[in-house]
């Protein structure tokens, strides 16, 4: 079975730094993937992580520990406009697995 | 580039009725999923076509059922309909075979309202 936890809500500063930890404990593994959701909006891919490290894109960096079954969105130079929820979400192993299992969702408000 | 198109956007229903949702995927995409997520909660996996087969299944009843065509869009239907199936119903897009780091792409949803 599949089990991912992220924090239910967090806020934050405008200009500040936030991150947002998401905890997995899977069947199998195959990549985690960060999504960003607006409310009423569609989730937009943000990362992706297959390997232990750290994968960086502009303001927002991403994190994966396989052996702790641990993950992070790091979110830089906060702006309002990043006030929304966010999925973390992880592929099932196996030859032509494409399924996501999602986490319920982190909602992130920026305030200034 | 089109992306991920969905329709309808919203749909009210009645206890009991059936329902028909359609998506089209995002251009060079061949395999489609589907996922319903509840107000509130993340998206969770009903199933995927690929090859106008379903590929993957997660734990959904059989009032599920869907359809993959020729051209790559897909249809979800839903028989019987209860009040618990109120949610936004996703379709999301990928290229099988693509490989492993390739996103799925997300249409905008289908809010279903079920009276």
């Known amino acids: 079975g599949q089990n991912i936890d992220q924090p239910t809500e967090m806020t934050a500063t405008e200009g500040a730094i936030v991150q947002i930890n998401c905890t997995y404990q899977?069947?199998?593994?195959?990549?985690l993937f960060w999504y960003q959701q607006h409310a009423g909006e569609a989730p937009t891919f943000l990362s992706y992580?297959?390997?232990?490290g750290l994968e960086e894109k502009g303001r927002f960096s991403s994190f994966l520990s396989r052996s702790k079954g641990y993950s992070y969105l790091l979110l830089k130079e906060l702006q309002m406009k990043d006030s929304a929820s966010y999925l973390c979400?992880?592929?099932?192993?196996?030859?032509?697995?494409?399924?996501?299992?999602f986490g319920k969702g982190t909602k992130l408000s920026v305030i200034p | 580039d089109a992306g991920v198109t969905q329709s309808p956007t919203h749909l009210i229903k009645t206890r009991g009725q059936q329902v028909t949702l359609r998506c089209s995927p995002k251009?060079?995409?061949?395999?489609v999923s589907w996922y319903q997520q509840a107000l509130g909660q993340g998206p969770q996996f009903i199933f995927q076509?690929?090859?106008?087969?379903?590929?993957q299944r997660g734990n959904f009843p059989d009032r599920f059922s869907g359809h993959q065509f020729p051209n790559y869009s897909s249809e979800l239907n839903v028989n019987a309909l209860l009040l618990g199936d109120s949610a936004l119903y996703l379709c999301?897009?990928?290229?099988?075979?693509?490989?492993?780091?390739?996103?799925?792409?997300f249409g905008d949803g289908t809010r279903l309202s079920i009276l």
């Open positions: 999301a897009s990928s290229l099988r075979g693509g490989g492993s780091n390739q996103p799925q792409h």
């Open positions: 979400a992880v592929r099932d192993s196996g030859a032509g697995s494409y399924q996501l299992t």
């Open positions: 251009s060079g995409h061949d395999t």
């Open positions: 076509y690929y090859e106008e087969e379903e590929r």
């Open positions: 899977t069947s199998g593994f195959n990549g």
């Open positions: 992580n297959v390997l232990d």
